[in-house]
């Protein structure tokens, strides 16, 4: 099953090949389904949707690589990158900026994840001035937060 019908793949490959300026890694955080039910256990069911759709993602150009990791045996890298639960990922590209994903990008979120990975391409968004000059202003950490929902 593919998630991407053949003639979007298309229109995001070209997409890519006009606007992609170096490399991304989209670093995945899962969780393996288990051979064993446990009882109060509630197992991820979008983990395995989420690295099929990502790996079509990362298949439509050379310069997308997709890192999947199992959350429980990479805690510390996970801890890293501020991931505490599954599916989650990350888009590291130029720069010293990351996003963070949590949940599977379908829908809405999907055209989100492909401007994302632009963005993170290049290293730089297109923020205007202006909110680059209130930004470089902050004198803590913030934590910037979007939430996306279909209705």
Do not use: W
């Not at 955080?29 to 759709?53: G, H, M, N, W, Y």
């Not at 079509?56 to 501020?82: F, I, K, N």
Request: hydrophobic share 45%; charged share 25%; proline share 4%.
């Amino acid at each position: 099953m593919t998630f991407i019908a053949d003639k979007d793949q298309q229109a995001i490959r070209q997409h890519f090949e006009a606007h992609l300026a170096g490399d991304v890694e989209i670093v995945l955080f899962t969780e393996r389904e288990s051979p064993i039910i446990v009882p109060r256990l509630q197992p991820c069911e979008t983990c395995k949707d989420t690295e099929a759709l990502l790996a079509e993602v990362a298949a439509l150009s050379d310069q997308l690589t997709l890192t999947v990791h199992d959350l429980q045996a990479a805690r510390d890298e996970a801890a890293a990158y501020g991931i505490d639960r599954v599916p989650a990922f990350v888009l590291k590209g130029a720069a010293r900026g990351q996003v963070r994903f949590f949940g599977i990008p379908s829908g809405y979120e999907f055209s989100a994840l492909i401007a994302d990975i632009i963005d993170a391409s290049k290293g730089a968004t297109e923020l205007s001035e202006a909110t680059r000059s209130f930004l470089g202003s902050l004198t803590e950490d913030i934590n910037i937060k979007v939430f996306t929902t279909p209705t």
